[in-house]
């Protein structure tokens, strides 16, 4: 048999549906209500001058069935993202964490990688308690007092689907829209590219009595378009390309850039990600940040590296922004 | 367009390849070595009499690429096949697990199936250390208290994709053949129908440029018949089946017993999965197993009577196996 995996050539607009339609034939997730009035509450709670990210972290998962059964997933666990999540608190952000349920979230990301279970940490105190062994005690006392501290600075919302991702990423960013140039968006999500519209699933369990199986799906809406034009228009936006072929990866993340409109690609490989990564900007060359394999096993994460590059950009995109403003003010006000 | 999903007629032979044949082109995972070395040393510590049951659980996955970054999941927290581990446990079984990485466990299952991460659980003492908060004290004892009591008759063996299952799976049953009679293997895993063999899959990431996609998938073997005929022909057989179309679980429970001569299907549906199963066996009417909602709000769960009951047959079984062996002897000594 042939490729098992094909993607035949057809004119884009006979094949993409707009951003818009998506949401008018899917359904949103039961939490968009609960997540709307959190995310508002939380903004307003940060002042005027906080900055504010939104990290988007883990995969979104696409069903096969309405009632589902099987679906398809894209491979991340949420290290980059929660890892991100934990410097941007400790650069004084507030944090709005999209997260996939059951990925890794922040500081608790260290318990909840390996095979270890919560009672492997815990032994019986001897008085009707119980205790964190001796030897967990110092990082996980380390941990829990990041947490405490952070905790009213991070506010996070779960999603499972790629509908349930695409409904409450447009509702959070037009709440963070009117916080303009101080909030930055850090889309680290692995977002399905391909998915089976609602009304052409099949409504019960794939029964596999009669042989082999074809799923055609369709190509995802680019949301990134509307979200720099029409959702977040002063925002700075951050997004992710993640590659396999080496070829591909700077072609790719330009292309994006100059597709959407928006600040910074954060450009990766699958095998390298976790000690190599490339900032892209538009009309600079790629600037490489990477660690050393010995700073990888001593616990230094590249997203310390990665986050501290970016929110020094964003400080200088920020006061670009209220200079222009200021300016635009002035001249407003020595108008005759 | 028309309907997404085709599964298009074909005589079955031209389909399905032969389960050896799928050993022989897929690679094993890399705990396959140490598994059997700690399958083998467990089993081997269980003395002449301790009834073993082998517990699969949660859902495998079958990657599109082989640099994978994009795969399809079954839905399964591996709720079933956890609480299902902890009963036999209490029932005195030698308990082997082999479940997908990051899904749940005995024991520590009601500690990450929420939102909660271990922080939430946790407080500093004052002193240095890190205690379990005062709410949670009397559960995280009892837990706890039971992990350990347990953890000697329970050993846990991980998977993720299909492949690594199928190793697995016919590794440890070749181990436990030997043991025959008093051997359950209770498999509860939610194995993919579907793959995409490994050398008609994408080499790099698929790319979603070029518009819809379209994957065909082979049909999965069916494993259980040479589990059942060659590999462990004398232990005590319970597979599952979930569907979501009521109309098909009856008679496909009873094809699969039929097909594969074990000897018991759970059989299942989507929606009442938590309060509603049926065992069925050849020549029976199916046994309707149910708890009350009330029962599931107290914390009942449906795997202690399915555990309960299907113990009961087990001994039943290995009793009725040991007076057929007594017999053979017997007809054996008495013979010229």
């Not at 057809?10 to 997730?29: A, G, K, L, Q, S």
């Not at 990041?146 to 996070?156: A, F, I, R």
């Not at 590659?243 to 591909?248: G, Q, R």
């Not at 006061?319 to 020595?334: E, I, K, Q, T, Y």
């Amino acid at each position: 048999m042939g490729a098992a995996v094909e993607t035949p050539s057809m004119p884009e607009e006979c094949r993409v549906i707009d951003p818009d339609t998506y949401f008018d034939h899917n359904r949103p997730p039961a939490n968009l209500q609960w997540a709307h009035d959190a995310v508002a509450a939380f903004v307003g709670r940060q002042g005027s001058s906080r900055p504010i990210v939104l990290v988007t972290s883990g995969g979104t998962t696409v069903p096969l069935e309405n009632n589902t059964v099987r679906f398809v997933d894209n491979f991340s666990a949420g290290t980059r993202g929660s890892a991100s999540a934990e410097q941007f608190l400790e650069l004084g952000y507030a944090v709005l964490f999209l997260y996939r349920e059951q990925s890794l979230q922040p500081f608790s990301r260290q318990y909840s990688q390996r095979s270890e279970c919560i009672f492997d940490y815990l032994r019986p105190d001897g008085h009707g308690g119980v205790s964190v062994k001796a030897e967990y005690t110092a990082k996980m006392l380390d941990g829990l007092t990041k947490y405490e501290k952070y905790k009213p600075q991070l506010l996070q919302v779960a999603f499972t689907t790629l509908s349930d991702y695409l409904f409450l990423l447009r509702e959070i960013t037009l709440i963070l829209a009117p916080t303009g140039a101080r909030t930055m968006l850090y889309l680290a999500a692995a977002v399905s590219d391909f998915f089976i519209p609602s009304h052409s699933m099949a409504e019960h369990k794939i029964q596999s009595g009669a042989g082999a199986l074809t799923l055609r799906m369709n190509q995802v809406p680019k949301f990134l378009r509307p979200l720099v034009k029409n959702w977040a228009p002063s925002c700075f936006v951050v997004s992710f390309k993640l590659e396999t072929d080496p070829e591909l990866l700077a072609p790719k993340a330009k292309h994006a850039l100059e597709k959407y409109g928006h600040h910074v690609v954060v450009a990766n490989l699958l095998n390298t990600r976790k000690w190599q990564v490339w900032l892209v900007t538009r009309g600079q060359d790629p600037c490489l940040l990477q660690i050393s394999q010995e700073q990888l096993l001593q616990g230094h994460d590249i997203e310390q590296d990665i986050v501290a590059e970016l929110a020094r950009r964003h400080r200088e995109y920020t006061s670009a922004g209220a200079l222009a403003n200021a300016s635009a003010d002035a001249a407003l006000a020595a108008a005759p």
